[in-house]
């Protein structure tokens, strides 16, 4: 998912006055901070959540449901192509028929790369699998018919009208977006539930709206980080990289920003419940995330701990670093946290991301890949590092 940090000027507004700090870590037997259950209390109490009320009747229906026919048109680039690889793998394991159509050919250096490299899984399991053009989609699925279609490429009503014309054209029954929870305006009061504000130039707001118009039955989902065997975002292989070449990790903020990292297996099993309850999506929006937050130092800690390893965090102010953020730290510098409170209380969804086991599992790949031996410079760390005087040696201070 292509989101990315905080201008500078926004860092410094959300990370608010301090000092620049190391903060020395072993893998700790607890990785919970106390300052996360103070937020979540407060959550609960100004909000509610009627998660468990819900989640009964809506997966009895689930279990009864008719097979459907689906469509996942996937893109062939950044964070969201793996939400289409998980959602097959739900669709299938629950009995539906899937084809991917996957942007551009089958024969180009991005297939090679998960999760498209393991397309294997899903043929195995029974899915159709095909490349082209989704301004031509009709055409790309040889004339095949569908029950329902999730678009999972556009980011604008240009590139999703073509999909969402062919499918109301088509007699699809429901319509299914990937959007993006990087459309809520910022708030003082995390975090992001469905109905916050959102900004309406974004392009992703404008396909909401249409497919509201065009379909009866629509939903759309707004994921947020994301992590899971098979992603290419490159994002926790950031901490690693530096963790295994005992590097200081520089973290902008105070660290205590809070976001949200789902497992990829969570949107698939999210979506598939869309897919069994047309009736109770129709016409929602979904937060397609975790129930969890984590700090940017959590996060840090995490990783750590995941490889078996001590980290050094050293939190920084990117203006007087002299960096901007956005180009020096994979995640936004602000608090960035989304609530799946429509998916529990609509369609019964729980999550099993385990952040900390998560990480096991993408650490694993990241050692077998041999990206932890190979030589890195971190020119724009060692910037940050000399300028709050913490550079590690050989870098002048």
Same mark, same amino acid.
Request: glycine share 10%; proline share 6%.
């Given at each position: ?20 700090a190391?903060? =020395? =870590?072993?893998?700790?037997? =607890?990785?919970?901070?106390?300052f996360?259950? #103070? &937020?979540?209390?407060? /959550?609960?109490a100004?909000?509610? #959540?009627?998660?468990r ?9 689930a ?19 793996? /939400?289409?690889f ?30 498209f ?9 029974g899915? $159709?699998?095909?490349?082209g053009?989704?301004?031509d989609?009709?055409?790309? &699925? ?25 499918a ?14 990087? /459309? ?8 992001h ?16 709206? %249409? ?10 989902f ?16 950031? !901490?690693?990289? #530096? ?7 520089? /973290? ?33 929006? !979904?937060n397609?995330?975790?129930? #969890?937050g ?21 939190? %920084? ?7 901007d953020?956005k ?9 960035? %946290?989304?609530e ?19 990480? $096991? ?12 031996? $190979?030589?890195m ?10 300028? &709050? ?9």
């Amino acid at each position: 998912m292509a989101f990315s940090p905080a201008t500078t000027a926004t860092a410094a507004r959300a990370a608010g006055a301090f000092t620049s700090a190391r903060v =020395s =870590s072993s893998p700790p037997s =607890s990785l919970s901070s106390p300052f996360l259950p #103070r &937020v979540a209390g407060a /959550i609960v109490a100004r909000r509610g #959540r009627g998660a468990r009320a819900a989640a009964s009747p809506v997966r009895a229906q689930a279990a009864g449901a008719a097979k459907k026919n689906v469509l996942v048109v996937n893109t062939n680039s950044g964070g969201h192509a793996v /939400i289409g690889f998980y959602f097959a793998k739900a669709l299938l394991a629950a009995g539906h028929a899937v084809t991917v159509l996957t942007v551009g050919d089958e024969g180009s250096d991005k297939m090679k790369k998960p999760p498209f490299s393991r397309f294997s899984e899903l043929t195995s399991a029974g899915a $159709k699998t095909v490349w082209g053009d989704p301004a031509d989609v009709g055409a790309a &699925v040889g004339g095949a018919s569908f029950d329902v279609v999730l678009e999972n490429n556009g980011k604008d009503l240009d590139a999703v009208k073509p999909v969402a014309d062919w499918a109301k054209s088509a007699g699809v029954g429901q319509f299914l977006f990937i959007s993006s929870a990087g /459309i809520y305006l910022q708030t003082d009061e995390p975090p992001h539930v469905e109905g916050d504000a959102v900004k309406e130039s974004a392009g992703h707001v404008g396909v909401e709206k %249409y497919i509201a118009a065009e379909f009866g039955s629509w939903a759309s989902f707004r994921p947020q980080y994301m992590t899971g065997s098979g992603n290419n975002k490159d994002c926790e292989e950031w !901490f690693f990289d #530096r963790i295994v070449r005992k590097r200081p990790v520089p /973290i902008p903020g105070s660290g205590m920003q809070l976001t949200n990292i789902s497992h990829a297996r969570d949107l698939g099993s999210m979506l598939t419940l869309a897919v069994d309850n047309p009736d109770a999506a129709a016409g929602k929006i !979904f937060n397609c995330v975790s129930d #969890r937050g984590v700090t940017l130092n959590g996060l840090a800690k995490m990783c750590a701990a995941a490889a078996g390893a001590t980290v050094e965090i050293v939190n %920084y102010d990117p203006a007087a670093a002299g960096v901007d953020a956005k180009k020096a730290f994979p995640f936004r510098n602000m608090h960035f %946290y989304a609530e799946p409170r429509a998916a529990k209380e609509v369609l019964g969804w729980t999550s099993t991301t385990n952040l900390p086991e998560d990480l $096991k599992e993408r650490f694993a790949e990241y050692a077998s890949s041999g990206r932890g031996e $190979k030589a890195m410079t971190f020119d724009l760390d060692d910037k940050i590092l000399a300028a &709050v005087g913490a550079a590690p040696v050989g870098v002048a201070a």
